[in-house]
């Protein structure tokens, strides 16, 4: 399975973006699938997680009420929008997908990895 994620850009605090995460090669229909970020010398943070039926969803707290995680299994997609946004949420974005369905906030629990985009949010 290879993923892929997109949508990342330059927005101003307070503005929206819509991460998608597709994958190729391969389906995770039956694969959780969690979203991480990172900034340069910082460890990869978790973000936000769904399991593979899209009824369970975790959410990091700093992120709780602003971002919400979706799948589109037809198209093999899953979704990130982010609202509310703020400086601190500049980072990195990848997206991940875990074999064992559950979307766990715990890196180690993802087997595949996207490439990342970038996320900027001025001030």
């Known amino acids: 399975v290879q993923l892929q994620a997109s949508g990342g850009g330059l927005v101003q605090a307070g503005g929206s973006l819509r991460l998608s995460c597709v994958a190729s090669?391969?389906?995770?229909?039956?694969?959780?699938v969690g979203w991480f970020r990172q900034t340069p010398g910082k460890e990869r943070e978790f973000v936000a997680a769904i399991n593979w039926s899209g009824r369970s969803t975790n959410y990091a707290d700093s992120v709780k009420g602003r971002f919400t995680i979706s799948r589109e299994k037809a198209k093999n997609m899953v979704y990130m929008q982010m609202n509310s946004l703020k400086p601190e949420d500049t980072a990195v974005y990848y997206c991940a997908a875990d074999r064992a369905g559950y979307g766990t906030p715990r890196l180690r629990d993802y087997h595949y990895w996207g490439q990342g985009t970038q996320v900027t949010v001025s001030s």
């Open positions: 090669r391969g389906t995770v229909s039956t694969y959780g």
